[in-house]
């Protein structure tokens, strides 16, 4: 009880003492004033902290609050620009497509009683260890390979790739034009002498050429010259180019001449190809 009394008279003077003065301070006068003034410049500085305290407060959570929405907001357009990057490319994909496939229709009209079928190539480069090329269609899709039936391959332009070599269920392997085990009947631009064969070469398949032989004698050939399918041996239609004369050799006695041809195609860069699919069509081994 000792103790608590001197608490309770504190307590009761200082209320005292707040209650004279906010009188004294509502009544006329100089003492208002100067209890006013006292008191003022006692409270106001306290009154100022508390308002800053009170506002940096506010001011803190008010800038966390715009920084959680600039953040929520930042995450939206990633994801928008995200999408749209995704929908450009989709829409440029698309547009190749588009325009591979409008090229290979006219294919339908250029080769009377022929099939296309559009296929993606799935490997990337050729080289040393991938001398073929894989493409996404197969027996599924129609392409029945054997020792008698075999299918041309070209690009949307009338490009000769190859041939397809065998076929799996959902896909393919195709036979380039530079390899080696690859030949066809072909012809000069505009010549009506006999055809001659054009074939794969391991000598010059890293450099992406493909020779010319058996080329009958007086055949006007030179460099420069673009080089067609011939349309003989029962595989490859007529028409199909295949590449330009890039170099002639010949015999001394100009019995034996060959060319060295640069294929028309870009094997390195195929995305798309199309595969000429006719009945019963006779294998390349019938060829000259």
Not at 53 to 73: K, P, V
Not at 223 to 244: A, Q, V
């Amino acid at each position: 009880m000792k103790r608590r009394g001197p608490r309770i008279m504190v307590i009761v003077l200082l209320a005292a003492t707040l209650l004279t003065a906010l009188i004294l301070t509502t009544l006329p006068g100089t003492t208002r004033t100067r209890v006013g003034d006292f008191f003022g410049s006692v409270f106001d500085p306290v009154v100022v902290t508390v308002r800053k305290a009170f506002s940096s407060i506010g001011d803190f959570f008010t800038t966390y609050r715009d920084n959680r929405t600039l953040r929520e907001e930042l995450e939206t357009l990633e994801q928008e620009n995200a999408e749209l990057r995704f929908e450009i490319e989709k829409n440029a994909h698309d547009a190749e497509v588009y325009e591979a496939f409008k090229h290979a229709l006219s294919l339908r009209t250029l080769y009377d009683g022929v099939e296309v079928q559009g296929a993606a190539v799935l490997n990337g480069e050729l080289g040393p260890f991938f001398d073929l090329m894989r493409i996404n269609a197969g027996r599924a899709h129609g392409l029945q390979v054997s020792d008698q039936t075999s299918y041309p391959v070209v690009t949307s332009q009338y490009e000769l790739v190859g041939r397809v070599h065998s076929s799996e269920l959902t896909s393919s392997k195709v036979i380039p034009l530079i390899n080696e085990a690859f030949f066809v009947s072909a012809c000069v631009e505009g010549s009506t002498r006999a055809p001659f064969r054009v074939r794969g070469d391991v000598r010059y398949r890293e450099q992406g050429m493909c020779v010319g032989d058996q080329i009958p004698k007086g055949t006007p050939i030179r460099e420069g010259d673009r080089i067609f399918t011939s349309g003989e041996g029962g595989l490859f239609p007529g028409g199909i180019i295949i590449g330009e004369v890039v170099a002639v050799e010949s015999s001394p006695g100009g019995d034996d001449i060959r060319c060295l041809i640069r294929p028309v195609v870009d094997l390195s860069d195929l995305r798309y190809v199309f595969i000429l699919k006719r009945v019963e069509i006779q294998s390349a081994s019938k060829e000259p």
